[in-house]
């Protein structure tokens, strides 16, 4: 019993952070069709911004729990300069190019976000814990758990609901599934298809950074966080179906549960157990879990 | 994957190999003005997740080490001038990258830039891909870290030295410190990273506990993938398990994360635990890491070191001009570059006009002293170095704000390192024969 309760914490703790981490990705890939690569340098980036105003912050004497505030202005910041600088500055060039030239622009881009890591902090690991160590622990199954990382479990559903709740409820969100159903004619519907993949891209970079942001005071912020990263959130959105946010939030669970399980249960298989799952789930579903059903174009 | 998928990897791959050559512009420091210079290969992490905690304070030691050698300012026997008289023009570049890369690397090295000597490489899977490289272009190599005991043990190599012993002397040493500090355990546990060092670290320290302690119950063995980061769940694990001690090889950004999330879950106050590598960390963390962890250096390095002339000098140097005080990949690299040094010294003392075989000649089965440890090439026909190895218990002095260790206990190489001609994995199964009076 007691592993079964401290199985569901810890793949629903874990299912939190991938999908916080995820989202972003799929949600501009949604949109504006591009696998965006640079996703992992949005993370890193937004975790190095939060570490560095984290440790800032309390070296200053400053409240305490400002630096929850602290941790989500680091995110915007980030993701709006770099949304805004890679989307108007290099995406709406090969908007409509080879798919393959897109992912490459990107991936340069992820190099390029990697190196300016290490130009603006270096190679030193920065601790960014105090946010994480104010809120202690409770005991679950007899178990502490941190306090912490079960707030990102609400932080992971506030962040779905929102956006589930905005695509499918507000005039935007209308907008953004008229340009997903079928993009040409939203345009002829008059819809600005030009805005409204500014804004989606640079709400899927505040995502990636915020991602990074929520981990800082959990983890050593050192270079190259973000490569691991980018491929843990593609194998979370490929099983759920790129484009999905339901399909990230069922990924984002399935990859939580199942590695809790083999962690407690069969150790040795934890290593496979995420790319088993994507493995299974692209036999079975070769789309992913919540793939759209693509309309044939004649 | 689609063939488009397949494709872009392939290219992606591309762009990431162009990419870090275009990031692999050396870096020169303290060049000589003598010629003809020695030019001498300096590699190291200069990026990715182990430039902070290894490849730096390795190549920063190196920096410094290299203006004292080349000005003759070490303190006494290092005082002369230059390795074997020959001012050293170092060449330092990145070990960041596959090991393919880091092959290449190494050839572009010697058969492009034309150096005499290389010295380097932390990761074992560097050397062992650079060993068979450095025999083929005939080029004098000294690893200065890499831990893993196959490099001497599965093959002989005439270029190739290594004057740091190998990561069995963590493993063995930890068991000792573990079994004595506390000996009413009943059961221990590890977590390790899942790739060679780790498995490595795990086997040997699992081996030498039934050695030392026979009848103990191993409550659980996590191998969580490296650089994962999370470690939430097995930090559950341990949790739940009845490990009364637990050992870990972690190092560097993924030992740190460890701690950063293992200490709100009260998990040190549970279990003791046991780091091999910690001590690379004690001066970032502080009160984050809890009193009383059982910390290594992977040698009697950084805080571990003998108070001798030679260290004073180093830590002072060191400190004062990197703001940090050097630890233990510091040492390594150290130990390393006085062993060249040694042996070009003594080549030269014997025929002024020395080449690369008698500088050899003098590395092999060398003995020297450094920072206050016997350095001997006892192993590998005189290539592989054997030494003590200390280990100690963490304690945060907050009146001073200071990491300090207590209780440490130095142990004799014999202890902790396989004799010549005996495979150090045999050698613990078989009850570390040969190891007696250890402490």
Redesign the interface.
């Known amino acids: 019993m007691?592993?079964a309760v401290?199985i569901f914490?810890?793949?629903l703790?874990?299912a939190a952070?991938l999908f916080i981490v995820a989202v972003g990705l799929t949600l501009i890939f949604g949109v504006m069709k591009v696998l965006n690569?640079a996703h992992g340098g949005f993370y890193s980036m937004g975790a190095y911004a939060a570490a560095w105003s984290v440790g800032i912050y309390f070296d200053a004497g400053l409240a305490p729990a400002g630096s929850f505030l602290l941790l989500a202005l680091s995110a915007v910041v980030v993701g709006v300069v770099l949304g805004l600088v890679l989307e108007r500055g290099l995406l709406r060039f090969v908007y409509g190019r080879d798919?393959?030239l897109v992912?490459?622009v990107t991936?340069?881009a992820f190099?390029i976000l990697e190196?300016l890591v290490?130009l603006i902090w270096g190679?030193?690991?920065y601790?960014a814990?105090q946010p994480?160590?104010l809120?202690?622990?409770t005991a679950i199954a007899g178990?502490?758990?941190?306090n912490?990382?079960l707030l990102l479990v609400v932080v992971a559903a506030a962040i779905g609901l929102a956006l589930t709740w905005g695509l499918a409820r507000t005039r935007l969100g209308k907008l953004l599934r008229a340009v997903i159903f079928d993009r040409e004619m939203a345009v002829a519907f008059g819809i600005d298809v030009a805005r409204l993949f500014t804004g989606t891209f640079v709400v899927g970079a505040i995502l990636g950074a915020l991602g990074g942001a929520v981990?800082a005071?959990?983890?050593?912020?050192?270079?190259?966080?973000g490569v691991?990263v980018i491929v843990l959130a593609f194998a979370v959105v490929v099983i759920g179906g790129l484009g999905s946010v339901m399909g990230t939030i069922l990924g984002a669970l399935i990859v939580g549960l199942a590695?809790?399980a083999a962690?407690?249960l069969l150790?040795?298989v934890?290593?496979f157990v995420i790319y088993g799952v994507m493995s299974l789930v692209l036999i079975l579903r070769p789309r992913g879990l919540f793939a759209q059903a693509q309309p044939r174009r004649i | 994957m689609t063939q488009d998928g397949k494709t872009l990897l392939r290219r992606g791959g591309i762009a990431v190999a162009a990419l870090a050559a275009a990031a692999l512009l050396p870096a020169h420091f303290a060049a000589a003005d003598d010629a003809p210079a020695l030019k001498l290969g300096v590699v190291a992490f200069l990026s990715g997740p182990a430039a902070g905690p290894f490849g730096i304070p390795a190549r920063n030691a190196a920096e410094l080490l290299i203006e004292a050698i080349n000005a003759g300012t070490l303190p006494a026997p290092f005082n002369s001038k230059g390795f074997g008289g020959q001012q050293i023009d170092p060449i330092v570049i990145d070990e960041n990258g596959s090991t393919t890369k880091v092959v290449q690397d190494y050839r572009d090295l010697v058969e492009r830039r034309g150096v005499n000597a290389v010295i380097g490489y932390i990761s074992s899977g560097s050397c062992l891909g650079i060993a068979p490289v450095a025999e083929e272009l005939k080029t004098l190599t000294v690893f200065f870290d890499c831990g893993t005991p196959r490099i001497f043990e599965d093959a002989d190599y005439h270029y190739v030295f290594r004057p740091s012993a190998t990561s069995t002397i963590d493993s063995t040493a930890a068991a000792r410190y573990l079994a004595k500090e506390d000996p009413g355990i009943k059961s221990y546990g590890g977590i390790n990273q899942n790739y060679a060092w780790g498995q490595d670290s795990w086997s040997d320290f699992e081996g030498a506990m039934k050695d030392l302690k026979p009848g103990l119950t191993v409550a659980t063995v996590q191998f969580p993938k490296l650089f994962a980061g999370q470690y939430s769940t097995e930090i559950t694990t341990l949790l739940a398990s009845d490990a009364n001690a637990v050992h870990t090889s972690f190092w560097g950004g993924d030992l740190e994360s460890f701690i950063l999330q293992a200490d709100p879950r009260g998990l040190f106050q549970k279990e003791k635990f046991v780091m091999s590598t910690a001590e690379t960390t004690m001066f970032r963390l502080g009160p984050k890491i809890a009193d009383g962890v059982i910390m290594g250096a992977r040698g009697p390095w950084g805080v571990y070191a003998h108070n001798t002339e030679l260290n004073q000098w180093f830590r002072k140097n060191y400190t004062d001009r990197y703001g940090t005080p050097p630890v233990y990949p510091s040492y390594q690299m150290a130990i390393s570059l006085l062993g060249m040094k040694t042996a070009y010294d003594k080549a030269a003392q014997a025929n002024p006009k020395a080449g690369v075989e008698d500088d050899i000649k003098a590395f092999e089965h060398l003995q020297y002293e450094a920072f206050g440890t016997k350095i001997d090439l006892a192993l590998g026909k005189g290539h592989q170095g054997v030494h003590e190895t200390a280990y100690g218990t963490y304690k945060y002095d907050k009146a001073t704000g200071t990491p300090t260790i207590t209780n440490i206990v130095y142990y004799p190489a014999e202890c902790v390192n396989a004799p010549d001609g005996i495979k150090s994995g045999d050698w613990i199964k078989n009850g570390m024969p040969g190891a007696k009076d250890c402490p």
């Not at chain 1, 178990?143 to 941190?146: E, R, S």
């Not at chain 1, 005071?217 to 966080?225: A, C, F, H, K, M």
Request: charged share 15%; net charge negative.
């Open positions: 007691v592993t401290t914490v810890d793949g703790v874990y952070w690569v798919d393959i992912v490459l991936y340069a190099l190196n290490l190679v030193d690991a601790p814990y994480s160590a809120l202690g622990s178990l502490p758990f941190n912490y990382e981990t005071p959990t983890i050593s912020v050192v270079p190259g966080i691991e590695r809790a962690v407690h150790p040795e934890e290593l």
